[in-house]
């Protein structure tokens, strides 16, 4: 913003000016927007100690795809659920709304568009964890290259022009935030799955 203003006042042209002035105004949105999700993950460490609920994860996962409809249905996604009838999660309502929808529009966004796009959503129990899943046959990932980088802010790994590298790394800290972890596993060309593990 400094190095612009000083441009903008040492700038003789007017057009030259007008382009310095347009660009301090797109610097100033994308500072706005950094402070939105950052202060959004404050927020998330912040309510460390807000109470966690038993929520019907059925009842989550088709809210969050009530919502995405219009996508799944203009780009022909096939959705798949194995998730049991009574599978509960316990967690913070907003934080597990915030985690299907990142996880699910991901997989929808980064369709392979040389085939027909698949989503599953899955649930498990074991002894001491509960998994949650979202599956697709999209562009997948190259981990051997990304997988240190996959959760950091602002990291895009595609030229998805909606990108904005913030959707994983919201979702990690909502997911760290509820005591769990967050991986995935990816093959380029085949599609990827991320795997949310919440400990009790």
Known sequence: LSGLLELIYDEE??????????LLGETVDKLEETIQYLNEVITIHSN????????????????????????????GVHIEKDIPDDFTVKAIPAYLE??????????????????????????????????IGV??????????????HLFGMYKTFHKNPEARGM???????????????????STPGEGSTFKVYLYD
Do not use: W
């Not at 929520?55 to 799944?72: F, R």
């Not at 027909?116 to 509960?130: E, G, K, N």
């Not at 959707?167 to 596993?185: C, H, P, R, T, W």
């Open 13 to 22: 042209s007017p057009q030259e000016r007008e382009q310095y002035i347009h």
């Open 167 to 185: 959707g994983l790394f919201i979702v990690k800290n909502q997911v760290e935030a509820l005591g769990g972890i967050i991986d995935v596993s």
């Open 135 to 148: 599956s697709d046959n999209g562009l997948g990932i190259d981990l051997s290259q990304y997988r240190e």
């Open 48 to 75: 460390l100690n807000a109470s966690k609920s038993q929520l019907p994860l059925n009842k989550y996962v088709d809210n969050i795809l009530s919502l995405l409809q219009q996508d799944v249905e203009r780009h």
């Open 98 to 131: 915030s985690i299907l929808l990142n996880l699910i529009s991901n997989a929808i966004k980064y369709r392979d568009p040389e085939r027909s796009p698949r989503v599953l959503i899955f649930a498990r129990c074991d002894t001491h964890y509960i998994v």
